[in-house]
């Protein structure tokens, strides 16, 4: 088991690019989470999937942004119509539904000049 | 709302010393859990110790425990014979139990141990 993986690590865009972050959880776990993680600040919610569904999104979700999990493993966080104000880390957690504890990744660094 | 504040912004402690680390939440839930999450520069959060508020016994990970006062929503961090490499930026995290699913954090304490 190798723990949540997340890919890229960074990414540098210019403002009106699309960008697509994927994140991939321990694989047993079928509840996956992401957030943002601006400086300075704890990790804010974005949303989560349990296996596909994705119950749960934050008002922080705005329509640029649209996240999937299409068979339950890896999920996909794609923010449209980057803004600068979209840089942050995004992180992406796993847990085993009926465990509380959530396992992170190492985030990706977007940057939007 | 949940909310959860960290006041110390930075702290720092020798090497083999004591520090404590606080946290104090707001909820209106009776049934939920605090975590106390450690994310080493550039790498990622790793679970340092988590609590069951139905639980009164105070949790305890080796060097780690926390001070858990459920009437003052108060929930601090201790690390004994601290070491180097528990230099960290140190978060503290509340979940609701009864949806079991998003965090919030606080805003983070950065810890640096002084050899």
């Known amino acids: 088991d190798t723990g949540v993986s997340q890919d890229p690590r960074h990414k540098i865009t210019k403002r009106g690019q699309n960008v697509t972050f994927r994140c991939d959880p321990i694989s047993e776990h079928n509840r996956l989470y992401w957030y943002r993680q601006t400086l300075g600040q704890g990790p804010e919610f974005l949303t989560y999937?349990?296996?596909?569904?994705?119950?749960?999104k934050s008002r922080l979700l705005s329509d640029r942004f649209s996240a999937e999990r299409p068979k339950g493993s890896f999920s996909t966080l794609e923010i449209q119509r980057t803004e600068q104000g979209d840089s942050a880390m995004y992180l992406c957690a796993s847990s085993l539904q009926g465990t509380e504890t959530q396992y992170f990744g190492p985030g990706t660094r977007l940057l939007v000049l | 709302a949940q909310t959860v504040t960290q006041s110390q912004p930075e702290m720092s402690v020798q090497e083999a010393e004591t520090v404590t680390l606080s946290c104090t939440y707001d909820t209106s839930e009776s049934n939920y859990y605090l975590f106390w999450y450690k994310q080493p520069p550039s790498r990622q959060m790793i679970l340092v110790i988590r609590?069951?508020?139905?639980?009164?016994q105070n949790a305890t990970e080796n060097r780690f425990s926390v001070n858990f006062q459920k009437a003052a929503k108060s929930f601090s961090l201790k690390i004994s014979d601290s070491q180097l490499g528990d230099t960290a930026m140190y978060f503290c995290a509340f979940m609701k139990r009864s949806t079991g699913n998003q965090f919030y954090f606080g805003t983070g304490t950065s810890l640096t141990v002084i050899p």
């Open positions: 609590q069951e508020a139905y639980k009164q």
């Open positions: 999937f349990q296996n596909e569904a994705q119950l749960e």
